[in-house]
């Protein structure tokens, strides 16, 4: 493991931040240490991949973060379990992690569609935090269309939803294209979830598009009697909402025919190294940075240091 001392921040376990390990160097893993790296709250302690020569990996060696080639293996060696760690890797992989790591007190966060820990949608599962130590943010369509769907269904009487997103093939990594039946199955189960209709159903689009297209997820639901202002006002509230951790979301067609509903989001990405159109990774990513910094917050007042919620 090469070694180096972030330059802002203090050394791993202090008082005052919360260490965290990233585990995957693709889009995802480099831009979750981007955004780690801008948190007042969270040191990135290692960022873990299996490559030695990946850019990931590069990427972080340059923010002057500790990197290892070693894979889970290496998160396993370190001298005190992390506070948390982010998981960016794949579906398969999160399950060995978990099990690898389930009887030690780190908060996994999983970027996979695995569907084996406790789902959270900021919007919808509140700004606290989870209760349980493998947190899994679904997918990043679940991600999007999950906070309109839950407000349509908390709203209204929903007969049918059906979410399809659209992603562009140059930020599809391998990961999310060897995780596309884990995809629609964890988005389809978790949109269940979260909005008690039976009959539901997930697309993912890979766009080969030149340029690139932008991420956007649309939320077609079947709503009896529905109204077009109140159906607007329940959608443009979900979306401020989620503005508040994700400020690239927004609305970009609302239009109700008879019983038929479609709403059309769009997602920039904010980030330092993402490009504007990979939104898909900036949403799911700021979502787990929003988790990592709430069990900070936990961690802070459990210690009595004052953390920042």
Not at 44 to 56: F, H, I, K, Q
Not at 72 to 95: C, G, K, N, Q, Y
Request: hydrophobic share 45%; with cysteine; net charge negative.
């Amino acid at each position: 493991m090469t070694a180096t001392t972030a330059p802002h921040s203090p050394a791993v376990g202090t008082a005052h931040r919360t260490s965290v390990a990233v585990i995957g160097t693709g889009a995802i893993g480099q831009d979750l240490v981007s955004k780690v790296h801008r948190s007042p709250v969270l040191d990135c302690a290692l960022v873990v991949g299996r490559n030695p020569d990946s850019a990931g990996l590069a990427h972080a060696a340059r923010l002057g973060y500790p990197t290892s080639a070693g894979g889970i293996e290496a998160v396993l060696a370190a001298d005190r379990p992390f506070d948390v760690l982010l998981d960016a890797t794949s579906a398969a992989a999160h399950v060995e992690h978990w099990r690898l790591l389930a009887d030690t007190p780190t908060l996994l966060v999983d970027l996979t569609p695995s569907k084996i820990g406790q789902m959270v949608v900021p919007t919808v599962t509140g700004t606290h935090g989870p209760t349980g130590r493998d947190v899994s943010l679904i997918s990043c369509g679940g991600q999007a269309s999950i906070p309109i769907a839950h407000g349509l269904a908390e709203r209204f009487a929903v007969d049918y939803i059906e979410v399809v997103s659209t992603v562009a093939s140059t930020i599809a990594g391998r990961a999310t294209r060897l995780n596309l039946d884990e995809y629609v199955a964890t988005t389809q189960h978790a949109l269940t979830t979260f909005t008690d209709v039976p009959e539901t159903k997930a697309i993912l689009n890979i766009s080969p598009a030149v340029p690139p297209a932008t991420f956007r997820t649309a939320v077609h639901a079947v709503i009896p009697g529905a109204d077009a202002d109140a159906v607007r006002s329940v959608v443009d509230a979900v979306a401020a909402r989620v503005r508040e951790f994700a400020p690239g979301y927004r609305v970009i067609a609302c239009a109700v025919a008879g019983d038929r509903v479609v709403v059309s989001v769009e997602v920039i990405a904010d980030s330092d190294v993402l490009p504007h159109y990979a939104g898909n990774l900036d949403i799911i990513n700021s979502a787990a940075i929003l988790v990592a910094e709430q069990h900070a917050a936990r961690l802070g007042r459990a210690a009595g240091t004052g953390a920042r919620s």
